[in-house]
């Protein structure tokens, strides 16, 4: 097994996880020595008959040593972390590639430059610098992909930012880390690590407005969108207006999972996310729309067509 | 203040009063440390229980994933009490409790030098405990965690009352700790018999008395934060509005100023009881006594400036992260010369593997893994991989449990016999030691793994990742362990009280003042307080020729 923080897939993990090696030298060498000298206590030491045992109350030559010695150790070990903090956290002198933003309970990523916005998705070219701006819409989220990067809070009326830079091509697992309310558990998201080619092929679908749907059924199911309180949080490019309450849906089809990881992205999950958003993940925003099958089925077939 | 603090007439005459003659209106009314030391324990052990029941309630819906045995605000409510209530309901009462009991009676005094404020801190803890447990009736209990960062805890994320009562609740039980220590220091200033000098002083109330100024200089900050979050709440004030023009940063800031220094506070009175323990079962004096009383003053003044290392992950710059790192760094050393004295303690000595000394003894091992995971935080880079984890859920289960809880546990063997006259078994000892030592690893060991696999802290259920159903599986196996290990603990309390041997004044052939008295103590502790020359009066009085100063 693979523990993220062990499996760094970015320079800097590999940079964390440096420290975190030369971490737990000291700290295994620390816990030997208390380990052995407990066991060698309770081997030799145990109860003698025949008076009581020398009644040595000190030795200061012994105090100044193991003062001395954990003192250069972290000495050693605040050095270490600077060296790795500069690493990690180097200064930022440009606009952001990426705005993450936290929503209870959910992720906004957004690119600027590319004008384009996606949920719980986060999509990188392998082997470019990135640097990520972390933001909150609501109460204090963290944003953590423990094999590319630091983590770093979502703080109200801050911008933080952090760096990563994938290896390779992967899909990496990240989580929000602040307890942030009820479906904090849910608001896992992941971050996709492509080649420049197929990159540059996911900016310009994201890029592009939303296709008209064909079939009656979808036909149908854009018209429900439109008529019941869809729009009111969520938007999709030339429906309406820019609304951010919720996940942007011009490309919803095209993610790979939904609601925070909660489900696989396929069309009955789909459905059955529309038909009770609370039995899936109890106390999420999306409300129960009362949709009859029909609907559902027209609903669920619109949303499929926005690939 | 240098009088004795209460005339004997005056308990004797509150007895006497027909209408307060009960039995149990005698508890109630009573202003006799030991017996407020008593309710203590026994108020802090009816927490435990509850909190430990929420443990499993946890562990049982963590036990595999999609687990719906709880509903997540349910699991909220359910983590945010058992936090709230183990470090405010029972650790830091635990340990008040049995500083109340016995740091009189290590010093040679008849009783806390202000016995009625003692009882009134003991209600207001009752009390506010009840009243945290009350929010169940409003229908919602405080499902904010219990450092209810802002803006979550504020009136626009938590609408129900819930993190209303958890503040009142702990602002007025904070008052009383408040209150409590500073009662001990004045006791442990004043009320020393003939000869009980600064540097003879027993370890436990060395560190009961540092305990206290940290405690005055830490609690103020959290109640001076619960009231400007419920200013926030009820007030409709900005303190922690950034939109207002407040700062929810500002209230990590006040909360971990109280907060890390809290960690101490729940710790500093245990490493106290370890250095009763371990000297006695190892048939020596203390190793470096005057190098383990300076440690702990070097802690208490470094653990005021440690703070931020709550908020490396805030984003408040390195210069933040520097300073905080280095000092929480530095908090190690002093902490390791602790380990290494009791260490040196115990070496050459004669040890009586007792359960009091098998806590003790896994004390120093799990504690020292919880310090050592403590140091990979301090080493700021790795905390912004770790914080906010499993792994962290691990660290402060080691310091908290297999650190202050495994030292209580050595304190309750220990002292249990001076309490109650009557000697706890060995043979449930050894069962529960072991069981609550096994079962203890077991539940905490792999969260450090889950926690460096990605599994953040605080949520109800987890995807299906390699790995994380077994290791959580195991966790929640563990718990169930250490639920019976308490099951264990009450039996073997409750059959000890009713028929265990008598117990004798000084059953462990101890040295401190407490144990030159009967067992349990008369109200006025003492009939004659032995002479005081030197850290050990019991033993220089068993050995005159050998007396040491």
Not at chain 2, 230 to 246: K, P, S, T, V, Y
Not at chain 2, 519 to 536: I, T
């Amino acid at each position: 097994m693979h523990l993220s923080v062990f499996d760094p897939a970015s320079p800097e993990a590999a940079w964390l996880l440096w420290l975190w090696k030369a971490s737990m030298w000291i700290c295994v060498f620390i816990m030997a020595v208390v380990t052995v000298a407990l066991a060698y206590i309770l081997a030799r030491f145990r109860r003698r008959d025949g008076g009581e045992p020398d009644q040595r109350t000190g030795n200061k030559r012994l105090e100044i040593a193991w003062t001395a010695v954990p003192l250069v150790l972290v000495a050693v070990l605040f050095a270490l972390s600077i060296v790795t903090a500069r690493a990690v956290d180097r200064p930022v002198r440009r606009a952001p590639d990426i705005v993450a933003t936290g929503h209870q309970w959910w992720w906004e990523f957004r690119y600027p430059s590319a004008n384009i916005v996606t949920a719980n998705e986060m999509h990188i070219p392998v082997g470019r610098e990135i640097l990520l701006e972390v933001d909150t819409a609501d109460v204090i989220h963290d944003f953590w992909a423990p094999r590319l990067t630091r983590k770093i809070d979502a703080v109200p009326g801050r911008q933080n930012f952090i760096w990563l830079r994938a290896d390779h091509a992967d899909a990496y697992f990240g989580a929000c880390a602040e307890y942030c309310g009820t479906q904090h558990a849910w608001m896992l998201f992941r971050v996709v690590a492509q080649d420049a080619d197929s990159y540059a092929s996911w900016l310009a679908q994201q890029f592009a407005p939303a296709e008209e749907p064909v079939t009656t059924e979808a036909k149908q199911g854009r018209m429900l969108f439109v008529q019941l309180t869809c729009a009111n949080c969520h938007n999709i490019s030339g429906i309406n207006s820019q609304q951010q309450f919720a996940p942007d849906l011009t490309h919803v089809a095209s993610r790979q999972m939904l609601a925070g990881e909660r489900l696989q992205n396929t069309p009955a999950n789909l459905k059955d996310w529309l038909r009770d958003p609370n039995a899936i993940k109890p106390g999420s925003y999306m409300p129960d729309l009362k949709l009859s099958e029909t609907d559902l089925s027209q609903m669920t077939a619109f949303l499929e067509t926005l690939q | 203040m240098s009088d004795v603090p209460i005339a004997p007439g005056l308990i004797e005459g509150t007895a006497a009063h027909p209408a307060l003659q009960s039995r149990r209106l005698e508890w109630v009314t009573t202003v006799d440390h030991k017996r407020i030391g008593l309710m203590y324990l026994f108020a802090t052990l009816i927490f435990f229980v509850v909190g430990g029941l929420e443990a499993l309630l946890m562990r049982l819906q963590l036990a595999w994933p999609g687990n719906t045995f709880l509903s997540p605000d349910a699991y909220n409510q359910v983590f945010t009490m058992h936090g709230t209530t183990m470090i405010f309901l029972v650790v830091v009462p635990l340990l008040l409790g049995l500083a109340n009991y016995f740091t009189p009676l290590m010093i040679g005094a008849r009783d806390m030098a202000l016995p009625r404020l003692n009882a009134f801190s003991f209600w207001v803890f009752v009390f506010g405990g009840i009243l945290l447990y009350l929010s169940f009736l409003s229908g919602h209990a405080p499902d904010a965690g219990w450092f209810s960062y802002t803006p979550l805890s504020g009136k626009a994320f938590s609408t129900r009352s819930g993190v209303d009562y958890w503040a009142l609740s702990l602002l007025g039980i904070g008052a009383g700790t408040i209150a409590t220590a500073i009662n001990l220091i004045v006791t442990i200033v004043n009320l020393r018999t003939n000869g009980m000098t600064f540097r003879r002083l027993p370890l436990f109330v060395w560190m009961v008395f540092v305990n206290s100024f940290l405690i005055i200089a830490a609690l103020p900050a959290l109640n001076a934060s619960l009231a400007m979050l419920l200013i926030d709440r009820q007030l409709n004030a900005h303190f922690f509005n950034e939109l207002g023009g407040g700062d929810p940063v500002l209230w990590q800031h006040y909360f971990w100023s109280f907060g890390h220094p809290e960690v101490y506070i729940m710790v500093l009175p245990a490493f106290g009881i370890i250095s009763e323990v371990v000297p006695v079962f190892s048939r020596k004096p203390i190793f470096g006594y005057g190098f383990v009383a300076a440690s702990t003053v070097a802690i208490a003044l470094l653990s005021l400036g440690v703070w931020a290392h709550h908020m490396f992950v805030v984003g408040l710059g390195h210069p933040w992260d520097y300073t905080f790192g280095a000092s929480s760094l530095l908090i190690a050393v002093p902490t390791g010369v602790k380990i290494f004295n009791w260490i040196a303690t115990m070496w050459g000595g004669s040890i009586r593997l007792t359960t009091s000394m098998l806590f003790a003894l896994a004390f120093l091992f799990s504690f020292t893994i919880g310090g050592l995971t403590g140091v990979t935080f301090a080493a700021f880079p790795l905390d912004w991989q770790t914080t906010d984890s499993y792994y962290v859920v691990a660290h402060m289960h080691y310091v908290l449990f297999g650190g202050t809880l495994f030292a209580v546990m050595a304190g309750i063997y220990y002292w249990f016999p001076k309490m109650s006259g009557r000697m706890l078994s060995e043979s449930w000892g050894r069962l529960h030691f072991w069981l609550m030592f096994v079962g203890f690893h077991l539940t905490f060991f792999v969260q450090h793994i889950l926690g460096l696999d990605g599994m953040p802290r605080r949520v109800y259920t987890y995807p299906d990742r390699p790995g994380w159903a077994v290791m959580n599986m195991i966790s929640t196996i563990g718990a169930f362990v250490l639920g019976l290990s308490v099951v264990v603990l009450l039996a073997n309390i409750a059959g000890s009280l009713r028929s265990g041997p008598i117990a004798g004044d000084n059953p462990w052939n101890a040295w401190t003042l407490e144990w030159a008295t009967t067992s349990p103590p008369p109200e006025h502790n003492f009939d004659l307080v032995p002479p005081v020359r030197g850290r050990r009066p019991l033993w220089d009085l068993a050995h005159p020729e050998r007396s040491q100063v």
